[in-house]
């Protein structure tokens, strides 16, 4: 039960992170959804929390945005990329 309750609390961060990092850009859910191959629909089921955000997904966002795919976790607070 302990285990089901960090797993919503872990996803609603990135999945706060996710918002918080598109709307700094001014960008839509369509722009990043076109930016993964994806649907809105499915990227918004990602910002939602109702989907877990695939490691490629994760990936191509962290370049995109240039931050960690830690910060995007919500692991860090520290959003620089290591290279």
Known sequence: MYAKILLVIKMKLY???LRDLREDKDLKQKDLAE????TQQVY???ENGINELPIHHLITLSK???VSTDYILGLTD???QFK
């Open 15 to 17: 999945s706060e992170r």
């Open 35 to 38: 930016i993964l191959e994806t």
């Open 44 to 46: 918004s089921r990602y």
């Open 64 to 66: 995109f945005y240039n």
């Open 78 to 80: 520290n959003p620089i």
